[in-house]
């Protein structure tokens, strides 16, 4: 079962979850946009999943880093902060992707975070244009990401990415092109030794020089799931605590930069399917739909993080559905 415990400096133990992999069906869902939520998303070309992956993460990471500097100001304020134009007229989320020369940020050969699946051109693809879009939004222009400012910026800070495999990629994607910006890669390594796999719960990258933590946690629905009890209804093997967070939460609260995702396995074929049932109150609730599930989840996550990470200290970001990994996602 799902056990994990890590403690910042030292030492980790970390146990797979088996028996699951990621997500091979893609939902459309509502985009929720609430106070706490921004969901970038692109146009669903097959084609260009991975691209938008990267595009994206160099959108959200941006935004995410740009926040972060300037600390408390409203949105606005940021976006004039580093664009230079009208306050109204610019909101980082709403905008489109552009096709860019001066792309990809970098070489996933020469990454040994990258995994190697969603090396496209090591694995034979041939054409690269796929890797050569940038996120525009309407109102003005995202400065070129600096992997060497953004170090410097993040210098003694804790960076944590949580949720399934589209965090993981994300994670992935962030450190290569932080990695661009280090002078001995050597440098910079995964706490404990750990290869990047789909099941693993907690991966964590170190920048040595820079005395910075970027992480991952997985937590593909956010809330708890336990298994169900043996003498339950026998079709129940599993239960997702609507009202509970992961206790791998304890991890999350205390960084710098919080990024959380969750959305494509809020299906019926990864939930109910799984025999994987909903409970909230302690009471089974077998009538829920998955959208209200979700929904009484995302409250959960919500008041979890007004009660539990000082935002002061922490910015949070949530994303829900984008383009997945796979062809006619
Ligand atoms: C990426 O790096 C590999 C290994 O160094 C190299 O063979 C390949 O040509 C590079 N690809 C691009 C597109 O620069
Ligand atoms: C590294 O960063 C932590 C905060 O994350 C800080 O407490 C610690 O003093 C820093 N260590 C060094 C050597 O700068």
């Known amino acids: 079962m799902v056990s994990g415990s890590f403690s910042r400096s030292t030492s980790a133990r970390l146990a797979a979850r088996g028996g699951v992999g990621s997500p091979r069906v893609s939902t459309p869902g509502a985009a929720h946009r609430n106070w706490w939520a921004a969901a970038p998303s692109g146009p669903s070309i097959e084609r260009i999943?991975?691209?938008?992956?990267?595009?994206?993460?160099?959108?959200?990471?941006?935004?995410?880093?740009?926040?972060?500097?300037?600390?408390?100001?409203?949105?606005?304020r940021v976006v004039a902060e580093f664009a230079g134009e009208s306050l109204e007229s610019c909101d980082v989320f709403d905008g489109i992707w552009v096709p860019d020369?001066?792309?990809?940020?970098?070489?996933?050969?020469?990454?040994?975070?990258?995994?190697?699946?969603?090396?496209?051109?090591?694995?034979?693809?041939?054409?690269?244009e796929f890797l050569k879009w940038r996120?525009?939004?309407?109102?003005?222009?995202?400065?070129?990401f600096s992997a060497r400012a953004v170090l410097e910026w993040l210098r003694g800070k804790r960076v944590v990415f949580v949720g399934d495999s589209m965090s993981r990629t994300q994670w992935e994607s962030f450190i290569c092109m932080l990695m661009t910006g280090v002078d001995d890669p050597k440098t910079v390594y995964e706490v404990n030794g750990n290869q990047i796999s789909k099941t693993i719960r907690f991966l964590g990258?170190?920048?040595?020089?820079?005395?910075?933590?970027?992480?991952f946690f997985r937590s593909v629905f956010l809330v708890q799931q336990i298994p169900a009890l043996r003498h339950g209804r026998r079709r129940v093997r599993a239960i997702l605590k609507l009202d509970k967070l992961?206790?791998?939460?304890?991890?999350?609260?205390?960084?710098?930069?919080?990024?959380?995702?969750?959305?494509?396995?809020?299906?019926?074929?990864k939930l109910f399917d799984m025999g994987c049932y909903f409970?909230?109150?302690?009471?089974?609730?077998?009538?829920t739909s998955i959208n209200a599930a979700f929904k009484m989840a995302l409250?959960?996550?919500a008041s979890w993080v007004k009660e539990r990470v000082d935002l002061r200290r922490t910015r949070v970001f949530f994303r829900t559905y984008e383009p997945s990994h796979w062809r006619l996602a």
């Not at 990258?205 to 992480?215: A, C, T, Y």
């Not at 992961?246 to 074929?269: C, E, P, R, Y």
């Open 49 to 76: 999943a991975l691209a938008f992956l990267l595009a994206s993460l160099a959108l959200v990471l941006s935004c995410a880093l740009y926040l972060y500097f300037f600390r408390h100001p409203g949105r606005d």
């Open 135 to 144: 996120w525009k939004p309407r109102g003005c222009n995202l400065p070129r």
């Open 299 to 301: 409250e959960t996550w």
């Open 279 to 287: 409970e909230a109150g302690g009471v089974l609730k077998l009538g």
């Open 205 to 215: 990258v170190r920048f040595e020089s820079f005395n910075l933590s970027v992480e």
């Open 101 to 128: 020369e001066r792309y990809p940020l970098y070489n996933s050969s020469r990454c040994p975070f990258a995994e190697r699946g969603f090396n496209c051109l090591a694995n034979g693809r041939k054409d690269t």
């Open 246 to 269: 992961d206790d791998l939460s304890q991890k999350w609260a205390d960084s710098d930069v919080l990024i959380f995702n969750s959305g494509h396995w809020w299906t019926a074929s």
